[in-house]
Structure formats: structure tokens, C-alpha cells
């Protein structure tokens, strides 16, 4: 059974940093592209930023480059998503999400997310 369980989410002041991570279980992870996507309030799902198999190609939303950073550890079956300059409009969950491929496929499974709260 596939799993995904997002963790690090939290309450951080605008200008903060946070860390997430996705552990991930029941299938080969470093088979896989992986991705994250955030739900804000009362908004619909956005795309956050991918990365491929290995990592080795990182993709980013416009409002996020240079900001957010993700990167994966194969070895640990874990994703990860750095978040700097946080900003109010980053207030989302953020769920991370399995691709169907190495790369850019669709996304067939997403964790249950974790919540991040920029606010002062």
C-alpha cells in the first residue's frame, strides 16, 4: 500500500524558513518523480515544485523560485521541501505527491498534508 505522510508543518513568522518531509512507503520510491502541491484557504490545488527520479531535475512554480527548494533522499524514501522568505500567501496544507513515472507523469497518490501558517 502506498503511502505518503507529510511532516513539518507549523506556525512561522513571514520571513521564516521551514522544513518539510515526506516519508514515503509501498512502492520504489527512487522509481519515481515526486512533487508537491498546497491547498491555501478556500483556494483550489496548486502545483508547487517536482523533481524527477533522482533528483537530479528540480522544477519550481514562478512564485516559488528561488525560495523554495525541494530535493529527495532515495536512500531514506523521503522528500523534501525547503521553504525560505516565507510570505502570508504561502499559508497552505501542502500535500506531497507520488508521479506515475521517473518524470513528469500524472500523480496518483498524495499524502494527507501538513499545514503551514505564515502570520506574525
Known amino acids: 500500500e502506498v503511502q505518503l505522510v507529510e511532516s513539518g508543518g507549523g506556525l512561522v513568522q513571514p520571513g521564516g524558513s521551514l522544513r518539510l518531509s515526506c516519508a514515503a512507503s509501498?512502492?520504489?520510491?527512487?522509481?519515481?518523480?515526486m512533487s508537491w502541491v498546497r491547498q491555501a484557504p478556500g483556494k483550489g490545488l496548486e502545483w508547487v515544485s517536482s523533481?524527477?527520479?533522482?533528483?537530479?531535475?528540480?522544477y519550481y512554480a514562478e512564485s516559488m523560485k528561488g525560495r523554495f527548494t525541494i530535493s529527495r533522499d532515495n536512500a531514506k524514501n523521503t522528500l523534501y521541501l525547503q521553504m525560505s522568505s516565507l510570505k502570508s500567501e504561502d499559508t497552505a496544507v501542502y500535500y506531497c505527491?507520488?508521479?506515475?513515472?521517473?518524470?513528469?507523469?500524472?500523480?496518483?497518490?498524495w499524502g494527507k498534508g501538513t499545514l503551514v501558517t505564515v502570520s506574525s
Open positions: 523533481t524527477n527520479w533522482n533528483g537530479g531535475s528540480t
Open positions: 505527491a507520488k508521479r506515475m513515472g521517473p518524470g513528469l507523469y500524472g500523480m496518483d497518490y
Open positions: 509501498g512502492f520504489t520510491f527512487d522509481d519515481y518523480a
